[in-house]
């Protein structure tokens, strides 16, 4: 069974730096995507940042400058370099992955357990 596993979060001061990371593990044929996504209490899940199997990247404005995605391959990881950290940035972490298990089956999309991040002032 697929199973993502995010780690990393924790407590940091306002302006600080956080990474997160997420391995993928399993049965694992092809990663198409991964992907952060975040959860403040009382708001809907946002994406934070992705980046497909063609490279691409995509983040969210309010994190443009300051977070960086990026991808092991050989290691079925993707990670999030977090930088400048704000009050605003709290909110529970999910890694998400769009993947096939076995050759010639339809992609799914799995989701990590979540990891907090709580920025302080």
């Known amino acids: 069974q697929v199973q993502l596993v995010e780690s990393g979060g924790g407590l940091v001061q306002a302006g600080g730096s956080l990474r997160l990371s997420c391995a993928a593990s399993?049965?694992?044929?092809?990663?198409?995507?991964m992907g952060w996504y975040r959860q403040a209490p009382g708001k809907q899940r946002e994406l934070v940042a992705d980046?497909?199997?063609?490279?691409?990247?995509n983040y969210a404005d309010s994190v443009k400058g300051r977070f960086t995605i990026s991808r092991d391959n050989a290691k079925n990881t993707v990670y999030l370099q977090m930088n400048s950290l704000k009050s605003e940035d709290t909110a529970v972490y999910y890694c998400?992955?769009?993947?096939?298990?076995?050759?010639?089956?339809?992609?799914?999309?799995?989701w990590g357990q979540g990891t907090q991040v709580t920025v302080s002032s």
């Open positions: 998400n992955a769009v993947l096939t298990s076995e050759p010639r089956l339809p992609a799914m999309v799995y």
């Open positions: 980046t497909t199997s063609g490279l691409s990247t």
């Open positions: 399993g049965s694992i044929f092809d990663i198409n995507a």
